[in-house]
C-alpha cells in the first residue's frame, strides 16, 4: 500500500503543479510534496516500521490534499483590490537602517535569548538537572512536561520578549531579501539579530519551534524570488534548491537537537531517526482510522485548545485535557505522531476536515494573491509563513492551536510596529 500511495500523491502533484499555474509556493503543492517525501521515508523504513498502510488511510490522504486544492481554486477566482503599498511607490528605495540601531536590535535579543535560556536552566535543575549540563537541560524540561509535573514560568517581559525577537528575526530576513532584490547586495548587518536569537532556540524544549522558523523565514524568501521574476516559473528552479538545502539544513539542526532533548542520543541510528519524525506519522493516521480512539471531553479540543486555555484564564470551568497525544507502537518503537489529519478528524469528523482543508488553502492563497497585487507587505508575508507553518507540519502534527493563541495577537501587533518603525518610515526617509 505504501507504493500505491506514493504513486497517488506523484499524480496529484502533477496535476496540482499544472493546474495551479505551475506555482510552487502554494499550500497543497507544498502539501503534496511533504507527503509524497513522508511516503517516501516511509518505504525507506519498511524494515523499522513493518507495518502495512490500509486503503482507507491512502484515500484520507489524497482526499484531504485536494480540499486544499479545492479551496486555492475558489480563491483564485475571487478578485483582490489594488492598493498602492509603499514597497510599491518605493521599490527601488533599499531599507537602510543605522548599524548602531542593529546593534541595540541584536543587544534586545541577545539579552532576551540569554534570559530565555537562563530561566529555562533554572527550571532543569529543579527538575533533576543534576549535573548542571546545558546540552542536556532540555530532556529534564521536555520529561517534566510529559508527566505533568511542571512547566516552565517565564516572566511576563521574557514572555513578550520571546515573541518580539521571533519578529524581528522575520524582520531581519525580510530586510536581507528586500535590499538584495533592489540592490543585488547581502546587507549583512541585518544578520547580527539572527545569529543573537541562537541561544533562545537551543534553549527551546521542541523541535516544532525551528520548523516555525524555517516555514515563516522559507516563505519570506520564496515569496521574494517568486516577485522578482513576476510570479512567473522561472523562478521555481532557484526555490527548489533552496527547499533542499533548508531540508539538509533541518535535517543536520534536528539530530543535534535531539541530543539536548533525550529524544536521541550519541548511538541511536540517524536514519532511524529521520524516519520516525518525518513518516511515523502514516502509521499514526492509519492506527487512528482502523482502531479509533475515545472521544473528545471536548469540542474541537485537539485544534482548539489554546482558546480554551484562554477561556480558562478568564476563570471559566473547563476541564483540563492532556495537551499530548497518546502513543502507539510498531516494530521499531513507539511515537505520537498522527500528522494534522487526525487532529481535525477527530474534533469535527472527516466532512469537518475536509471543509477546514479548503478553508486552509483559500485562506492562504487569498493572502498571497494580496501579495501579487499589492506588493511585499512585511505583516502579510508573515502572517502567510504562520500559515504555511501549518501546511508544512501536515505529516507530522496539527499546528492550529498554536496559531489561535494569544501570543498570535501579540506577534501582529508587534509585526505592525516593526514595520513602520524600520521599514515604512526608513524607505520613506530616503
Given at each position: ?40 521515508m516511509y518505504l525507506v523504513g519498511s524494515d523499522f516500521y513493518r507495518y502495512e498502510l490500509h486503503f482507507n488511510t491512502i484515500a484520507t490522504i489524497v482526499t484531504l490534499i485536494m480540499c486544499i486544492f479545492l479551496g486555492e481554486s475558489f480563491a483564485r477566482k ?353
Amino acid at each position: 500500500m505504501g507504493y500505491i500511495l506514493f504513486f497517488i500523491l506523484l499524480v496529484e502533484l502533477t496535476i496540482i503543479y499544472c493546474w495551479n499555474g505551475k506555482n510552487v509556493v502554494s499550500p497543497s503543492f507544498i502539501g503534496c510534496s511533504l507527503f509524497l517525501f513522508s511516503t517516501l521515508m516511509y518505504l525507506v523504513g519498511s524494515d523499522f516500521y513493518r507495518y502495512e498502510l490500509h486503503f482507507n488511510t491512502i484515500a484520507t490522504i489524497v482526499t484531504l490534499i485536494m480540499c486544499i486544492f479545492l479551496g486555492e481554486s475558489f480563491a483564485r477566482k475571487i478578485k483582490i483590490k489594488k492598493i498602492e503599498y509603499y514597497n510599491n511607490e518605493f521599490k527601488k528605495e533599499t531599507i537602510c537602517s543605522n548599524k548602531w540601531v542593529v546593534f541595540i536590535l541584536s543587544l534586545f535579543v541577545l539579552v532576551i535569548s540569554v534570559s530565555y535560556f537562563y530561566v529555562v536552566y533554572i527550571f532543569s535543575l529543579k527538575m533533576g538537572n543534576s549535573p548542571g549540563n546545558f546540552l542536556t537541560m532540555g530532556t529534564y524540561t521536555r520529561s517534566a512536561l510529559y508527566q505533568g509535573l511542571d512547566t516552565v514560568q517565564l516572566p511576563f517581559i521574557i514572555s513578550q520578549g520571546v515573541v518580539v525577537t521571533e519578529c524581528i528575526v522575520w524582520l531581519c530576513v525580510y530586510c536581507i531579501c528586500y535590499n538584495r532584490n533592489v540592490s543585488g547586495k547581502f546587507d549583512k548587518r541585518f544578520m547580527w539579530p539572527i545569529v543573537c536569537y541562537v541561544p533562545q532556540l537551543f534553549a527551546n524544549d521542541s523541535r516544532t519551534i525551528l520548523l516555525k522558523m524555517i516555514s515563516v523565514i522559507s516563505i519570506i524568501v520564496f515569496t521574494f524570488t517568486k516577485q522578482k521574476v513576476n510570479w512567473s516559473s522561472k523562478g521555481n528552479r532557484k526555490i527548489v534548491k533552496y527547499a533542499i538545502m533548508v531540508i539538509a539544513l533541518f535535517i543536520v539542526v534536528f539530530r543535534v537537537l535531539g541530543y539536548r532533548t533525550g529524544t536521541n542520543d550519541l548511538n541511536s541510528n540517524v536514519m532511524n531517526n529521520i524516519i520516525e519524525y518525518t513518516s511515523a506519522g502514516l502509521v499514526g493516521l492509519d492506527k487512528y482510522l482502523n482502531l479509533g480512539e475515545s472521544e473528545n471531553t471536548l469540542w474541537g479540543e485537539s485544534t482548539l485548545k489554546s482558546v480554551y486555555n484562554i477561556f480558562r484564564q478568564w476563570g471559566m470551568d473547563i476541564p483540563k485535557v492532556d495537551s499530548f497525544e497518546p502513543f502507539y507502537t510498531f516494530y521499531g518503537g513507539d511515537s505520537n505522531i498522527y500528522t494534522t489529519f487526525k487532529a481535525y478528524i477527530h474534533d469535527y469528523g472527516f466532512v469537518g476536515a475536509m471543509l477546514a482543508m479548503v478553508l486552509w488553502g483559500y485562506f492562504i492563497t487569498r493572502n498571497i494573491k494580496h501579495i501579487q497585487k499589492n506588493g511585499a507587505s512585511f505583516p502579510r508575508m508573515c502572517l502567510v509563513g504562520l500559515m504555511f507553518y501549518g501546511v508544512v507540519m501536515l505529516p507530522i502534527t496539527d499546528v492550529t492551536a498554536s496559531f489561535l493563541a494569544i501570543a498570535t495577537v501579540y506577534q501582529a501587533v508587534y509585526l505592525l510596529i516593526l514595520e513602520y518603525v524600520f521599514i515604512q518610515e526608513k524607505v520613506r526617509v530616503r
